[in-house]
């Protein structure tokens, strides 16, 4: 059959995260779900606010269904692009209007869009590892290259000497993802203006733009008071990339947002890219449901001082354990050194006490595994007897 073989194998191959997470719902059926401890998904535990609820209820009852359930603007409804311009201004001090904002199906649809609207032949696109694994899929179907750059050992932070010296004539962008997933690092204000700094001299020297794409599902999810900078605030040429999927739990509902920095130079122009983009990607009117609910909760989260409990109850028993864990300051992830050489045979050996996490080496770093942490407290306490055994296979051997 004469068919795009590149898609083919990608659909055929599924990501190693999936292939996990849906043997866990195999054995779930197998020996019920209490008996698998399934840490592979970032999918939130925390059940969305109580007022998202209530706004659908609201808006079900008063507003048409044609209104409701119809087509939006191809970028978005006006009203939600507005609510969030205005909450983004307000909470990051920047001067945003709805002219400046494309409503996406979630942080996937927002990454794809904006690559897409900047990416030409021969482009390179750098990613700091570790890194989310679909954004390879993402750039290469762009158009771009895959450019890695190391990160700094034991802290993961961005390694600055590394990455100045994988930008070059051809760099387009470099996506930016704190809180990262898969470490759990936020990356501090010194080191995001080093980074800005080095993309400002570079741009000059190539004399040619380079774009920071700000990829922030899980801006929010942050723990002990630790501050996020705001991309835009240190860099002109900055996209955003949001998504409601982990802040609200919302991601089977697929909404979130690209914002373009008007103090971009043809701001106006890079827009008009991003609607181009998403109409060719397919990716116009986001849910039009969810777009009216976003207009009314813009300033909503959920309650995430059950991740952090979670992150403390994990990271404690499992550097108890004797593993050797990165300290996640956001999102819910917790990356840990593998015992084993090979971090899938570790994640292999971990299903024998039904436990199940994901090897990283398709996130850009290898001998590490991710344990997310987005599960009910209950199974993290009921995982910690098998943890200890995992780890006594290692640990007793020394
Ligand atoms: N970017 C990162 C770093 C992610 O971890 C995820 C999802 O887990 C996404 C993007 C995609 O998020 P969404 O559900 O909004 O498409």
Not at 162 to 168: H, L, R
Not at 307 to 328: A, M, Q, S, W
Request: proline share 4%; glycine share 6%; hydrophobic share 35%.
């Amino acid at each position: 059959m004469d068919i795009n073989e590149k898609m083919y194998s990608l659909g055929s191959k599924r990501s190693v995260i999936r292939e996990i997470f849906e043997y866990g719902r195999s054995r779930a059926r197998e020996i019920g779900a209490d008996n698998v401890f399934d840490f592979s998904l970032g999918n939130p535990s925390v059940e969305p606010p109580a007022k998202i609820k209530d706004t659908i209820k609201k808006l079900l009852d008063t507003e048409s269904g044609i209104a409701l359930h119809g087509y939006t603007s191809a970028q978005g409804d006006y009203f939600a692009r507005k609510a969030v311009a205005e909450s983004i201004n307000k909470r990051f001090d920047t001067s945003l209007d709805e002219n400046n904002i494309y409503m996406t199906c979630g942080a996937a649809a927002s990454l794809s869009i904006c690559l897409k609207a900047i990416i030409n032949n021969k482009d390179e696109c750098i990613v700091f590892a570790p890194f989310f694994t679909e954004y390879r899929v993402f750039i290469e179907n762009a158009g771009a290259k895959v450019v890695v750059s190391v990160p700094e050992e034991k802290t993961f932070q961005i390694n600055i000497s590394d990455f100045e010296s994988k930008i070059n004539k051809n760099t387009k962008a470099v996506i930016i993802n704190s809180p990262n997933n898969p470490s759990g690092v936020v990356y501090s204000e010194e080191t995001v203006k080093k980074v800005c700094e080095i993309l400002k001299r570079k741009s000059e020297e190539y004399g040619r733009e380079i774009f920071v794409i700000a990829d922030e599902p899980y801006r929010e999810l942050v723990y002990g008071g630790i501050k996020v900078p705001y991309l835009m605030n240190y860099y002109d040429n900055t996209l955003v990339c949001y998504s409601y999927s982990k802040s609200l739990s919302l991601p089977g509902e697929r909404i979130g947002y690209i914002a373009v920095n008007p103090k971009m130079k043809e701001s106006g122009k890079v827009y008009l890219a991003v609607c181009g983009a998403g109409r060719s990607l397919g990716y116009v009117c986001a849910p039009s449901l969810f777009q009216a609910v976003i207009a009314r909760c813009t300033e909503l989260k959920s309650d995430i001082s059950v991740y952090e409990k979670n992150r403390d109850l994990l990271l404690e028993g499992l550097t108890d354990i004797g593993f050797d864990c990165v300290r996640p300051d956001g999102a819910f992830y917790l990356f840990v050194k593998s015992p084993d050489t090979d971090a899938a045979s570790f994640c292999e050996r971990a299903k024998k006490y039904e436990i199940l996490f994901v090897p990283c080496d398709d996130f850009g770093v290898e001998g590490y595994v991710r344990i997310a942490y987005c599960v009910s407290r209950d199974k993290i306490i009921k995982a910690l007897p098998g943890f200890r055994k995992l780890g006594e296979e290692y640990f007793s051997k020394k």
